[in-house]
């Protein structure tokens, strides 16, 4: 168990548009959703914590309106870069933790940003 | 100031040697994972640790919490070429708050 899934896998997008990256836990109820982004061969930066119907956290230095987080459901939450810039081009992966897992995290394979 | 520093960053080490990941804090963790991460894929996890002192082995690694809940150390034993692949260890406050450490980018030659 403990499987999450993420949409799409790679995209590659223009300057200035802007694209949606889905995670969902596909076999537990996650009540809280995390979404990191991560440099080549660096460690996980954490962006936002999410818990299902109410606003995200966003980390110090994240631009929550360029960065729009929805957790609508308890198997899914989304991520929207808006207005994307070559700087946004990263790995972006989300993770999900819920009950009666304590305090483990469960990742998904990540999407591949790259903005031209 | 990082809660959490690990060490080595890099390590490159031939087919069947063995090696230890080092995760250290000054703070006190109500747990710590490890996770082991292939590139261009999400991390996975490999193991959980709860209580202090506590130890758990998984086929040739060890991992092994400190008695203080501070710091933690993950050994392999006989390294293979799968075990290649950036090592992280996060740590749990009890605000539920998660923190990776930078990570070990561990390579084992055949």
């Known amino acids: 168990g403990a499987v999450v899934s993420q949409h799409p896998s790679w995209v590659i997008c223009k300057s200035g548009t802007s694209v949606k990256i889905e995670c969902r836990s596909l076999?537990?109820?996650?009540?809280?959703m995390f979404w990191y982004r991560q440099f080549p061969k660096q460690s996980l930066m954490l962006m936002a914590t999410s818990n299902e119907g109410s606003k995200a956290t966003y980390e110090q230095g994240v631009e929550k309106d360029k960065f729009l987080i929805n957790h609508a459901s308890l198997t899914l939450s989304t991520l929207t870069v808006t207005s994307a810039h070559p700087e946004d081009s990263s790995f972006y992966i989300c993770?999900?933790?819920?009950?009666?897992?304590?305090?483990?995290?469960?990742f998904g394979p990540g999407t591949r940003l790259t903005v031209t | 100031t990082q809660l959490l520093e690990q060490s080595p960053q890099f390590l490159s080490i031939q087919e069947g040697e063995n090696l230890t990941v080092y995760c250290n804090s000054s703070?006190?963790?109500?747990?710590l994972q490890w996770y082991r991460q292939e590139p261009g894929e999400g991390p996975v996890l490999l193991v959980t640790?709860?209580?202090?002192?506590e130890v758990k082995k998984l086929k040739r690694l060890t991992f092994q919490f400190g008695d203080a809940r501070k710091d933690s150390s993950l050994h392999i034993t006989a390294a293979q070429p799968g075990d290649t692949g950036l090592y992280l260890c996060a740590a749990n406050t009890n605000a539920g708050k998660s923190t990776f450490g930078d990570g070990t980018t561990l390579t084992v030659k055949p």
């Open positions: 703070s006190v963790f109500s747990s």
């Open positions: 076999d537990f109820q996650a009540t809280t």
């Open positions: 993770s999900a933790s819920g009950q009666g897992r304590g305090d483990e995290q469960y």
């Open positions: 640790v709860v209580t202090g002192g």
